[in-house]
Each structure stands twice: as C-alpha cells, then as structure tokens.
C-alpha cells in the first residue's frame, strides 16, 4: 500500500529532477528550443518538457473526474513558462496528495479518461505513472540536450541523496 506522504516525497523528488532539467536548458544556444530533432515523439526541447508536465495534469485532473489536457504548447514559448506551468502542475499534484487518505489513495474506482472510455483504477498507481513518465521524457531530454551540443552532466536519475 502506498502512502499519501510517500508519494508526496516521490513526487517532489521528481520534479526537484524536472525543474533542474529545465535551468540546465536555460544554458542552450538561441533557437535550440524549438529546433526539431528526428527520433523523437514531440521533436523539440520545449514540446518534450510540456507534454511531461501536461501529461501529469491531464491524469491527475482524471483522479478528479475532469479531463485536463493542455496540448496547445504555444502559451509556453519559453523556459520561464514551462517551469512556471511545472510548478503549477507540482502544487496540483502535491495538493491532492496532502488531502487524500492512505485508502482512497490504493482503492481502485471508475475514472473516465480521454475519448470518454471508463476504466477502474487506483489513484497511487496514477501518481506513480506520472513519475515514471516524466523520467521518461527527461531520459528523451537528456539525449536531445546531448545532440543540441548541451550534455546532461550528472544524468537525471532519481535522486536517493538529499
């Protein structure tokens, strides 16, 4: 069984990960945002950083009961924007975290998710998604920064050490 607060710490621990992946960007040469590199589902540094961040509103918005999805990226034309949609996206999270019982948070229920289509899930199983999904966009970054000229010098793995 998950716990609320365990996954509070997972959480933080990850986008602690994301947010410092989006300042190593910062260091990126004029135009490399936006330059479309092939290999990759959503072809720039900037697309790949707001679907890992749109994809955890989109399913935690579903824990709600509401599908919410951004897919539009052109409100986020920079690195300030992105990470200030990071940190919004964080405190929905967090803050759904902090009020969710142990048993609600591991108890499987109807969530309807995009197209309409109802499936039985658990809420801490969303979360962890998340989590491993945002990793998996910071891995696809980290090799994008490498090619852009940008390496990723301490990689983006979750961090055990405070």
Request: aromatic fraction near 6%; glycine fraction near 10%.
């Amino acid at each position: 069984m998950h716990t609320p607060d365990g996954l509070r710490d997972l959480h933080a621990r990850t986008h602690r990960n994301l947010a410092d992946l989006i300042a190593h960007c910062r260091g990126l040469e004029a135009g490399a945002l936006d330059r479309v590199l092939e290999g990759f589902g959503d072809g720039t540094v900037r697309l790949q950083i707001h679907h890992a961040i749109d994809a955890e509103k989109y399913w935690v918005g579903v824990i709600h009961g509401r599908i919410e999805a951004d897919e539009d990226a052109s409100p986020y034309p920079d690195l300030d924007a992105l990470e200030a949609f990071r940190q919004e996206v964080f405190a929905f999270t967090d803050g759904y975290l902090a009020g969710v019982s142990p048993e609600a948070l591991n108890t499987a229920r109807d969530m309807t998710t995009w197209g309409g289509k109802v499936h039985s899930l658990v809420p801490a199983q969303i979360v962890l998604r998340t989590a491993t999904h945002i990793y998996h966009h910071m891995g696809q970054l980290a090799a994008m920064c490498r090619l852009l000229g940008h390496p990723v010098s301490q990689g983006v793995n979750y961090p055990i050490v405070d």
